[in-house]
């Protein structure tokens, strides 16, 4: 008795609220006003995960161009120079030509660059110019040859 007493009470209390709503927005004018809130809310929602996919994407291209300088300076600079002028005693010995030179930049293709790379590059005498940088993955090196293209000096 006291339980079934107290479901009706709630369920008076139900009623009551859901008819105060029904006093606030009454019809059409109510539905609007819910459909506005919900697009309001779903553009945000747009908003924020636009800007998390920004910020995604900064932190990923960020983070390459780290990875390129870093192994640039770890793999390639004791023999390129930390500016790709070739301006080492290593390069001097080996006819290292200047990155900075955009006739040097025109000379090879980034194909190239990246086949001598992965491959390592001889010259005539089938001396070793450079050894293949087995220890990068694929996308390493394309990252490389990106940055030895930023190399080039602008006019
Ligand atoms: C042992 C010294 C040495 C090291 C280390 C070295 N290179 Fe080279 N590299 C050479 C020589 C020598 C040549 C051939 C002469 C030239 O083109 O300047 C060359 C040529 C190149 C070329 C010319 C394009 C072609 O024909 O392939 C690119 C690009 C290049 N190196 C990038 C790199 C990058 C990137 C690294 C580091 C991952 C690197 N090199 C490390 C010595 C070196």
Redesign the pocket.
Known sequence: MQIKMRIHFANAGLVKQARVEDNFCNGRKCALTNEKIMDQGKANMKKIIILAVAIGVVAAITARGADAKD??TK??A???GAEGK?DTK?GAR????DFSDPKVQAA?KDD??FK??KNG?QNEDGRT??KP?DTLSDDEIKA??AY?RTLKSQP
């Open positions: 192994n640039w793999l390639c004791k023999c390129h070739g290593i080996l006819g290292i030509k090879f190239d660059a001598d790379l590059l110019l450079m940088f490389l040859v030895v």
